[in-house]
């Protein structure tokens, strides 16, 4: 019995030690080997091509005329307005513009007063904000200030994330790891080599698998997310053996194995006695 017992010890702590996830798969960009490293403070270049606006996108589109911007200064709205969209705000997790702001439809128009439908599918913020002025420059003879943004990034992190969720970011530009932390960051059992970016394209949708653990991401031209992307991250094949997050769990749970066999082997030497 004292052989079975080890037997049963060493298959335990064989079992634990592979259930430990390394450093090496949960470090984020690290100098891979047999790529160029990257030294840290050096300068890495990168080119942003300008968004170009899509089915489903929401654009805030703020009009202002001489009298207003003379009556209320260079505000973007008077403060009773940005008191609303604070309450919107509350009521709708912080996806403001889904209110007040204009949705691309699927033909790639949106609808705005007076002017009726414009088509901005495939436009750049500056292109579609010229759009917009010459369309009202024809209905309205008063000098206009018009200011195009995006209404936000809005993205969905799925998966091994510890907070796996839609969001919306307020802001014009932002990076996969700002989003992963915005998802408070991914549980170290996900897959950080094998990332799957769901993006949205003009012409259709593609499939991109994205390695967070290697430098030269930070170059690639998936290093900023853009609206309605979908990141997914896929489990470790630990998980299939119930392995702990950490090094204190994966003890924790030999030691439940140790103690669990030994249990088993002293009630089989009871029962053949």
């Known amino acids: 019995m004292t052989k079975r017992l080890t037997i049963a010890v060493i298959t335990s702590l064989?079992?634990?030690?592979?259930s430990c996830v390394s450093n090496e798969k949960i470090i984020y960009l690290q100098n891979l080997e047999g790529n160029?490293?990257?030294e840290e403070?050096?300068?890495?270049?990168?080119?942003?091509?300008d968004y170009r606006l899509q089915y489903n996108d929401i654009i805030d589109v703020n009009v202002q005329t001489n009298q207003e911007i003379i009556e209320s200064g260079f505000n973007s709205r008077p403060p009773m307005v940005n008191n609303q969209m604070g309450n919107i705000a509350g009521q709708s997790g912080g996806d403001i513009y889904y209110m007040t702001g204009y949705t691309v439809?699927?033909?790639?128009?949106i609808?705005?007063?007076i002017v009726g439908d414009i088509q901005v599918k495939d436009l750049t913020l500056e292109e579609a904000r010229i759009k917009i002025e010459e369309e009202l420059?024809?209905?309205?003879?008063?000098?206009?200030?018009?200011?195009?943004?995006l209404g936000g990034i809005r993205y969905s992190a799925l998966g091994e994330f510890r907070r796996p969720s839609k969001y919306v970011v307020l802001q014009d530009r932002m990076t996969i790891f700002e989003a992963i932390a915005n998802a408070g960051d991914l549980s170290p059992i996900a897959k950080r080599d094998?990332?799957?970016?769901?993006?949205?394209?003009?012409?259709g949708t593609r499939l991109h698998r994205i390695n967070l653990v290697d430098r030269n991401l930070v170059s690639s031209p998936f290093y900023f997310i853009q609206p309605n992307d979908q990141l997914y991250a896929e489990p470790m094949k630990v998980r299939e053996i119930g392995a702990g997050e950490n090094a204190a769990q994966s003890i924790s749970l030999v030691i439940s194995s140790i103690t669990a066999a030994a249990?088993?082997?002293n009630l089989i030497i009871s029962i053949n006695r």
């Open 263 to 265: 249990l088993i082997i």
């Open 194 to 203: 094998e990332i799957l970016l769901i993006r949205q394209y003009p012409d």
């Open 105 to 109: 439809n699927k033909d790639g128009f």
């Open 137 to 149: 420059r024809t209905y309205l003879k008063n000098e206009l200030y018009v200011k195009v943004k």
């Open 14 to 18: 064989f079992l634990g030690l592979f």
């Open 111 to 113: 609808r705005l007063p």
């Open 41 to 49: 403070g050096e300068l890495i270049e990168y080119e942003v091509p």
């Open 36 to 38: 160029e490293p990257i």
